[in-house]
């Protein structure tokens, strides 16, 4: 596996020539192309389809597990195990190929929903999430190594605005569905329905990356052995990651402890595993990889919880917080559309710069409902301008990484760039946990609080995750100005 550098401004990104065959050139759903397009496609809806249906449900099956004051961890276990995943499926797939990768995620991806929706208690629960985060680390950069062998360069931002476009019906739908399901049925048929679905995006996706993504990225190369340095990285990171989160959930003076390991084990394993620069905001690869952590973990951080505030604070149903969230499917669609003509290409840093800001008003806007006078609807309204400034962003991001990527560092990359993702998430969930917890979570945690609407939690826990991640964005809009090697 090739070493995370920067690469220079001389270098020459992959050519078409060299990533796709010519009589591939007709587009996405071209003939050559189109069983590949649906098939991986259809995997990110399916990904799309349980984020949204799960996040709706989880309010829920934390009141019934009486975790309401470990919330967070449901959402920060699979971002911990999932880096790990990614480490690993960046190495296989440098090595033999993505299509290992994406079959063992799948399969680990639906044994969690399953072990999470069987849970009788909660920490039942946090590990089904684990196992289940570990098969979406191994198969988010599976699919990126499908698209930069398999797609000429033209069209990379178009599977990616196919990849955005995947999540509008889940985010409408999804909502709804696992709202309508949790009220008569139970939350628990969330969880385990879903790996149902499983089987039909396997079905076309795995033949058509036999065709045209399997194997190493040169043939001809010697097949390189799996770097045991980095599995060692992707363990330090995972574990450091776990135990800061845990530390941050027990605000206890014994806490310093774990924290204190978790802090040793994962700074340098983050620096080993990223490319350099990225903490100083390098200009081109670095600052690519810095992004998209920013955006990915104050917008997720975020999110996380507005379910939760409307649910506890607002008295609304399971089924109306998730869709007060739909919208942003189709907007976040729409951004990563925008990002994709060609004839954005030219702003696509002014169009990065657009999206953190919106996103940081998108945060910064949704507490204002914790005041009974401000209508519900505001939610709505921002998250679905934020939602429009994260598909111009994370759009970009990807074709960004892809451009700066040889074919044979597009596992390691692709996994960089999936770690900066959800290393952030992990963090900044963990700091928006602590707060929560500190700031009075607990009081909601009992009863029937969270079904019924009772406002248990303080007002001003939520406030104390939302603004800080509004901050946290605000830095992104200035990290978004350097992406772009100044030339000369």
């Known amino acids: 596996m090739t070493a995370l550098e920067p690469r220079d401004a001389e270098v020459t990104p992959p050519t078409d020539a060299v990533q796709a065959p ?31 249906a799960v996040g709706t449900a989880m309010p829920v099956a934390a009141r019934e597990l009486h975790g309401i004051p470990v919330y967070a961890f449901a959402f920060s276990a699979y971002f911990t195990t ?4 990614m480490v690993v499926s960046g190495q296989w ?5 993505p299509l290992g990768g994406l079959a063992g995620g799948m399969s680990a991806f639906a044994a969690g929903l399953v072990l999470s929706g069987t849970a009788g208690a909660m920490w039942v629960f946090v590990l089904g999430r684990a196992v289940q985060g570990l098969g979406g680390g191994l198969v988010i950069v ?3 190594v499908v698209v930069s062998r398999a797609y000429p360069q033209r069209l990379q931002p178009a599977i990616m605005a196919a990849f955005a476009a995947s999540w509008v019906i889940p985010s409408v739908v999804g909502p ?21 679905l499983v089987v039909l995006p396997l079905g076309l996706a795995l033949p058509a990356i036999r065709r045209t993504a399997s194997g190493p990225a040169d043939p001809a190369a010697p097949v390189p052995p799996f770097d045991r340095r980095r599995i ?21 003076w014994l806490s310093l402890l774990p924290a204190a390991v978790g802090a040793a084990l994962l700074v340098p394993s983050a620096l080993g595993l990223l490319p350099r620069g990225t903490y100083r905001a390098a200009r081109g690869l670095p600052s690519v990889v810095l992004l998209r952590g920013i955006a990915a973990g104050s917008f997720i951080a975020a999110e996380s919880f507005v379910p939760l505030m409307l649910v506890t604070q607002r008295g609304l149903s399971p089924t109306m917080a998730g869709l007060s969230l739909a919208v942003g499917g189709g907007t976040w669609a729409l951004g990563s559309y925008v990002q994709s003509r060609p004839r954005t290409e030219p702003y ?47 759009g970009s991001t990807s074709v960004l990484l892809l451009k700066l990527s040889a074919p044979e560092e597009a596992g390691a990359n692709s996994a960089a760039l999936q770690i900066s993702d959800a290393l952030s998430n992990v963090l900044l969930l963990a700091a928006g946990g602590a707060a929560f917890a500190a700031l009075g979570s607990g009081a909601g945690g009992g009863g029937h609080a969270v079904a019924d609407g009772v406002s248990g939690s303080q007002p001003v826990a939520f406030a104390a995750v939302f603004l800080p991640m509004a901050g946290v964005a605000l830095v992104g809009a200035w990290v978004a100005t350097r992406l772009r090697v100044k030339s000369g």
Request: charged residues 15%; glycine residues 14%.
């Open 22 to 52: 010519d009589d591939q050139q007709g587009g996405v759903l071209g003939r050559d192309l189109r069983a590949l397009s649906i098939g991986i496609v259809s995997v990110v809806f399916l990904i799309a389809f349980e984020a949204t």
């Open 82 to 85: 999932s880096l790990f995943g």
């Open 93 to 97: 797939a440098d090595r033999s190929g």
């Open 142 to 144: 599976a699919l990126y």
């Open 176 to 196: 709804l569905a696992a709202g309508t399901v949790t009220e008569q049925l139970g939350w628990r048929w969330v969880f385990i329905g879903v790996p149902a």
């Open 232 to 252: 060692r990285l992707a363990l330090g990171i995972s574990l450091g990651a776990g135990l800061l989160q845990y530390a941050g959930q027990d605000l206890r």
């Open 348 to 394: 696509r840093e002014r169009l990065v710069v657009l999206g953190m800001l919106l996103v940081a008003a998108a945060i910064v806007t949704a507490p204002s409902v914790l005041i009974e006078e401000v209508p519900v609807w505001i939610v709505q309204v921002a998250w679905g301008f934020g939602c429009f400034g994260m598909g111009l962003v994370i």
